[in-house]
Protein backbone atom coordinates (compact mmCIF):
# COMPACT_ATOMS: atom_id res chain seq x y z
CA UNK A 1 0.00 0.00 0.00
CA UNK A 2 1.55 3.46 -0.73
CA UNK A 3 2.44 5.79 2.06
CA UNK A 4 -0.34 8.41 2.50
CA UNK A 5 0.56 12.07 1.31
CA UNK A 6 1.36 13.69 4.20
CA UNK A 7 1.85 17.35 2.99
CA UNK A 8 -1.97 17.90 1.92
CA UNK A 9 -2.35 17.11 5.89
CA UNK A 10 -0.20 19.71 7.39
CA UNK A 11 -2.05 22.55 9.48
CA UNK A 12 0.23 25.59 7.94
CA UNK A 13 -0.65 27.43 10.65
CA UNK A 14 0.95 25.64 13.70
CA UNK A 15 4.15 24.15 11.87
CA UNK A 16 7.31 23.78 14.26
CA UNK A 17 9.42 26.95 14.00
CA UNK A 18 12.78 24.72 14.78
CA UNK A 19 13.74 21.18 13.50
CA UNK A 20 16.48 19.37 14.67
CA UNK A 21 17.70 16.47 12.34
CA UNK A 22 19.83 13.28 13.62
CA UNK A 23 21.23 11.93 10.25
CA UNK A 24 22.05 8.78 10.78
CA UNK A 25 22.35 5.37 8.88
CA UNK A 26 24.39 6.66 5.80
CA UNK A 27 26.88 3.35 6.71
CA UNK A 28 24.23 0.60 6.88
CA UNK A 29 22.77 2.16 3.66
CA UNK A 30 25.86 2.00 1.65
CA UNK A 31 26.66 -2.12 3.01
CA UNK A 32 23.48 -2.61 1.86
CA UNK A 33 24.25 -1.74 -1.12
CA UNK A 34 27.37 -3.54 -1.32
CA UNK A 35 29.28 0.09 -0.95
CA UNK A 36 31.84 1.96 0.47
CA UNK A 37 30.32 4.09 3.58
CA UNK A 38 31.88 6.86 1.77
CA UNK A 39 29.36 6.48 -1.15
CA UNK A 40 26.67 6.40 1.42
CA UNK A 41 27.51 9.39 3.24
CA UNK A 42 27.83 11.40 -0.62
CA UNK A 43 24.06 10.01 -0.72
CA UNK A 44 23.73 11.40 2.97
CA UNK A 45 24.58 15.01 1.29
CA UNK A 46 21.20 14.29 -1.29
CA UNK A 47 19.22 13.64 1.10
CA UNK A 48 19.98 16.55 3.36
CA UNK A 49 19.76 19.04 -0.18
CA UNK A 50 15.83 17.83 -0.50
CA UNK A 51 15.30 18.54 3.27
CA UNK A 52 16.61 21.41 2.67
CA UNK A 53 14.78 22.16 0.02
CA UNK A 54 10.77 20.88 1.56
CA UNK A 55 11.67 22.89 4.99
CA UNK A 56 12.52 25.89 3.47
CA UNK A 57 9.54 26.07 0.92
CA UNK A 58 7.38 25.06 3.74
CA UNK A 59 8.28 28.02 5.92
CA UNK A 60 9.84 26.05 8.44
CA UNK A 61 12.36 28.71 10.28
CA UNK A 62 14.76 26.70 12.00
CA UNK A 63 16.59 23.91 10.54
CA UNK A 64 19.79 22.43 12.48
CA UNK A 65 21.29 18.97 11.42
CA UNK A 66 23.51 17.09 12.96
CA UNK A 67 26.70 16.13 10.55
CA UNK A 68 29.61 15.16 12.33
CA UNK A 69 30.08 14.60 16.26
CA UNK A 70 32.57 15.16 18.63
CA UNK A 71 32.90 11.46 18.66
CA UNK A 72 32.46 10.78 14.92
CA UNK A 73 37.30 11.86 15.02
CA UNK A 74 36.92 8.70 16.63
CA UNK A 75 35.89 6.35 13.14
CA UNK A 76 38.78 4.84 11.01
CA UNK A 77 41.22 7.60 9.73
CA UNK A 78 39.85 6.52 6.06
CA UNK A 79 36.29 7.76 7.20
CA UNK A 80 37.30 10.58 8.88
CA UNK A 81 39.24 11.90 5.50
CA UNK A 82 36.38 10.95 3.09
CA UNK A 83 34.14 12.80 5.45
CA UNK A 84 36.12 16.15 5.42
CA UNK A 85 36.95 15.88 2.13
CA UNK A 86 33.08 15.43 1.29
CA UNK A 87 32.65 18.11 3.88
CA UNK A 88 34.91 20.99 1.36
CA UNK A 89 33.24 19.78 -1.46
CA UNK A 90 29.85 20.44 0.24
CA UNK A 91 30.98 24.30 1.16
CA UNK A 92 32.48 24.70 -2.22
CA UNK A 93 29.50 23.94 -3.89
CA UNK A 94 27.60 26.32 -1.43
CA UNK A 95 29.34 28.79 -1.70
CA UNK A 96 29.09 28.74 -5.46
CA UNK A 97 25.30 28.63 -5.32
CA UNK A 98 24.99 30.87 -2.47
CA UNK A 99 24.10 33.74 -4.90
CA UNK A 100 20.93 32.01 -6.14
CA UNK A 101 19.99 30.73 -3.01
CA UNK A 102 17.90 32.16 -0.32
CA UNK A 103 18.70 29.87 2.50
CA UNK A 104 21.22 31.53 5.74
CA UNK A 105 24.00 29.33 7.34
CA UNK A 106 25.22 29.43 10.27
CA UNK A 107 27.61 26.48 11.73
CA UNK A 108 27.14 25.13 15.81
CA UNK A 109 30.44 23.02 17.38
CA UNK A 110 34.04 23.94 17.81
CA UNK A 111 35.43 24.34 14.33
CA UNK A 112 38.68 25.39 15.53
CA UNK A 113 39.24 21.52 15.34
CA UNK A 114 39.07 22.09 11.37
CA UNK A 115 42.04 23.17 8.82
CA UNK A 116 42.29 26.68 8.13
CA UNK A 117 41.01 25.93 4.49
CA UNK A 118 37.97 24.56 5.92
CA UNK A 119 37.70 26.97 8.65
CA UNK A 120 37.57 30.16 6.26
CA UNK A 121 35.34 28.37 3.99
CA UNK A 122 32.45 28.06 6.91
CA UNK A 123 33.42 32.21 7.86
CA UNK A 124 32.44 33.14 4.29
CA UNK A 125 29.63 30.97 3.78
CA UNK A 126 28.11 32.55 7.42
CA UNK A 127 29.43 36.49 5.84
CA UNK A 128 27.79 35.62 2.27
CA UNK A 129 23.96 34.39 3.63
CA UNK A 130 23.81 36.53 6.65
CA UNK A 131 21.84 38.95 5.32
CA UNK A 132 18.84 35.69 3.41
CA UNK A 133 15.65 35.85 4.18
CA UNK A 134 14.53 32.07 3.78
CA UNK A 135 15.46 29.37 6.07
CA UNK A 136 17.80 29.53 8.94
CA UNK A 137 19.85 26.17 8.30
CA UNK A 138 22.76 25.54 11.22
CA UNK A 139 24.80 22.96 10.36
CA UNK A 140 26.22 20.69 13.65
CA UNK A 141 29.71 20.38 12.55
CA UNK A 142 32.38 18.79 15.50
CA UNK A 143 29.56 19.35 17.70
CA UNK A 144 28.86 17.37 21.07
CA UNK A 145 26.48 18.68 24.05
CA UNK A 146 28.73 18.18 26.69
CA UNK A 147 31.50 20.14 24.84
CA UNK A 148 29.47 23.00 24.03
CA UNK A 149 28.01 22.87 27.47
CA UNK A 150 31.44 22.89 28.93
CA UNK A 151 33.17 25.82 26.35
CA UNK A 152 29.81 28.35 27.69
CA UNK A 153 30.68 27.34 31.47
CA UNK A 154 34.49 28.05 31.06
CA UNK A 155 33.24 31.65 29.49
CA UNK A 156 30.86 32.17 31.87
CA UNK A 157 33.27 31.84 34.47
CA UNK A 158 35.28 33.86 32.73
CA UNK A 159 33.06 36.99 32.05
CA UNK A 160 32.20 36.71 36.05
CA UNK A 161 36.10 36.76 37.14
CA UNK A 162 36.19 39.96 34.82
CA UNK A 163 32.60 41.05 36.18
CA UNK A 164 31.04 40.97 33.11
CA UNK A 165 28.36 39.53 34.74
CA UNK A 166 27.18 38.67 38.34
CA UNK A 167 26.64 34.96 39.34
CA UNK A 168 22.92 35.88 40.55
CA UNK A 169 22.72 36.53 37.50
CA UNK A 170 23.24 33.31 36.11
CA UNK A 171 19.51 31.33 35.74
CA UNK A 172 18.55 29.01 32.31
CA UNK A 173 18.21 31.80 30.08
CA UNK A 174 22.06 33.47 30.38
CA UNK A 175 22.97 29.77 30.24
CA UNK A 176 21.24 29.69 26.71
CA UNK A 177 22.86 32.86 25.62
CA UNK A 178 26.64 30.94 26.04
CA UNK A 179 25.60 28.00 24.21
CA UNK A 180 26.01 27.80 20.07
CA UNK A 181 22.77 28.14 19.51
CA UNK A 182 22.28 31.58 21.11
CA UNK A 183 19.42 33.39 19.49
CA UNK A 184 17.81 30.00 18.13
CA UNK A 185 14.42 29.22 19.41
CA UNK A 186 14.60 25.37 21.28
CA UNK A 187 14.06 22.64 18.63
CA UNK A 188 10.20 22.11 18.53
CA UNK A 189 10.65 18.38 16.72
CA UNK A 190 13.58 16.62 16.86
CA UNK A 191 14.02 13.29 14.21
CA UNK A 192 16.30 10.93 14.12
CA UNK A 193 16.61 8.54 11.50
CA UNK A 194 18.38 4.50 11.13
CA UNK A 195 15.61 3.59 14.03
CA UNK A 196 18.33 3.76 17.05
CA UNK A 197 16.48 5.67 19.75
CA UNK A 198 19.16 7.87 21.13
CA UNK A 199 20.32 11.27 21.32
CA UNK A 200 24.20 10.72 20.69
CA UNK A 201 25.42 13.71 22.42
CA UNK A 202 22.89 16.48 20.09
CA UNK A 203 21.08 19.80 21.66
CA UNK A 204 21.06 18.03 25.31
CA UNK A 205 19.90 21.23 27.54
CA UNK A 206 18.00 22.71 24.11
CA UNK A 207 15.64 19.70 23.74
CA UNK A 208 14.44 19.43 27.18
CA UNK A 209 11.01 19.59 25.70
CA UNK A 210 11.42 18.84 21.90
CA UNK A 211 9.07 16.05 20.49
CA UNK A 212 10.82 12.95 19.29
CA UNK A 213 10.63 11.65 16.39
CA UNK A 214 12.11 8.06 15.34
CA UNK A 215 12.36 6.91 11.76
CA UNK A 216 12.91 3.61 10.71
CA UNK A 217 14.50 4.64 7.43
CA UNK A 218 18.33 5.29 7.16
CA UNK A 219 19.36 9.03 6.29
CA UNK A 220 19.78 8.66 2.23
CA UNK A 221 16.13 7.16 2.30
CA UNK A 222 14.86 9.63 4.00
CA UNK A 223 12.62 12.12 1.84
CA UNK A 224 10.00 15.15 1.87
CA UNK A 225 6.97 12.75 2.55
CA UNK A 226 9.27 11.49 5.66
CA UNK A 227 9.53 14.69 6.52
CA UNK A 228 6.03 15.91 6.53
CA UNK A 229 5.01 12.79 8.59
CA UNK A 230 7.05 13.89 11.25
CA UNK A 231 5.62 17.25 10.91
CA UNK A 232 2.13 15.80 10.76
CA UNK A 233 2.91 13.49 14.19
CA UNK A 234 4.04 16.74 16.01
CA UNK A 235 1.02 18.49 14.93
CA UNK A 236 -1.07 15.59 16.41
CA UNK A 237 1.12 15.60 20.09
CA UNK A 238 -0.14 17.73 22.99
CA UNK A 239 2.95 19.63 24.19
CA UNK A 240 1.94 20.15 28.27
CA UNK A 241 5.72 21.62 29.47
CA UNK A 242 4.78 20.22 32.53
CA UNK A 243 1.59 21.78 32.81
CA UNK A 244 -1.75 19.90 32.10
C1 LIG B 1 25.55 9.25 9.89
O1 LIG B 1 25.65 7.99 9.33
C2 LIG B 1 26.62 10.19 9.37
C3 LIG B 1 27.69 10.52 10.31
C4 LIG B 1 27.72 10.17 11.57
C5 LIG B 1 28.78 11.32 9.81
P1 LIG B 1 26.60 6.86 9.95
O2 LIG B 1 27.93 6.97 9.30
O3 LIG B 1 26.60 6.94 11.42
O4 LIG B 1 25.88 5.55 9.45
P2 LIG B 1 25.63 4.22 10.29
O5 LIG B 1 24.98 4.62 11.56
O6 LIG B 1 26.98 3.60 10.52
O7 LIG B 1 24.75 3.39 9.41
C1 LIG C 1 25.20 10.72 15.47
O1 LIG C 1 25.31 9.52 14.79
C2 LIG C 1 26.08 11.75 14.82
C3 LIG C 1 25.67 12.22 13.50
C4 LIG C 1 24.60 11.85 12.85
C5 LIG C 1 26.54 13.18 12.90
P1 LIG C 1 26.36 8.40 15.23
O2 LIG C 1 26.21 7.29 14.25
O3 LIG C 1 27.71 8.99 15.36
O4 LIG C 1 25.84 8.00 16.67
P2 LIG C 1 25.94 6.62 17.45
O5 LIG C 1 27.38 6.20 17.41
O6 LIG C 1 25.06 5.65 16.72
O7 LIG C 1 25.43 6.90 18.82
MG1 LIG D 1 25.47 6.11 12.87
Excluded at 91 to 104: A, C, H, P, R, V
Excluded at 191 to 213: H, V
Amino acid sequence: MDKLNYKDKLKMTSLPKHIAIIMDGNGRWAKKKQQSRSFGHKAGTKALEKIIKAADSLGIAHLTVYAFSTENWNRPKEEVNSLMKLLNQYLNQYLKDSKNSNIKIDVIGDISKFDKDTQDKIKQLQELTYNKSGLNLHIALNYGSRDEITRAIKKIISDATKSKINIEDINASLISNYLDTNGIPDPDLLIRTSGEKRISNFLLWQIAYSELFFSEKLWPDFDENDLYEAIFEYQNRDRRYGSI
